[in-house]
């Protein structure tokens, strides 16, 4: 878990670029992450279109890797151009992502799981223990466990004490 002081002097390393580009990095915990572990998704309905190698999962959505769970009322599933793994994972409606300690929300979200990004877009918030961010868009490198943080940053750090 990232510590106040780490939290802090990333702060104070990206005023500059926060002033202009309106970004940070953070530790999103998810380096541990498995990106060959086995991905579970479970759904009320599925459809399939084999001709465009997608499908689409409706109705409390959860899909698993791992320690990382991603939740939605909706999630398309991209296949690799075999056909034998899975690409991308796009969800809408209101989107969960959890982590060890960690959640993110969004109104949507993209997990390029070749690249190792996640894409949050529309009022994300995340939150570590106690402390929050939030953006209008955030991008996770799980490979490196960082996130960056766009459109207008806000940023509650609660000290320990006030437990």
Known sequence: MIGI????????????ISATAQEFKVDFGVATQDPDAPVEVSADTLSV????GSAS???NVVITQGEMQMQAPLVNVF?????????RLVGSGGVKILSGKDTAKAENAEY????????MNGNVELVQG???????R????????TAELHGRVRTVL?????Q
């Open 49 to 52: 279109d084999q001709d465009t």
């Open 5 to 16: 002081r780490t939290i802090l002097f990333s702060l104070f390393l990206a005023l500059p």
């Open 138 to 145: 955030m991008i996770v490198n799980v490979e490196s466990s």
């Open 57 to 59: 999962f409706n109705g």
């Open 130 to 136: 106690i402390n929050s961010i939030t953006s209008q």
């Open 158 to 162: 609660r000290p320990k004490a006030a």
């Open 79 to 87: 296949y690799n151009e075999n056909q034998d793994g899975i690409s």
């Open 112 to 119: 390029d799981v070749d690249a190792g990004l996640i894409y």
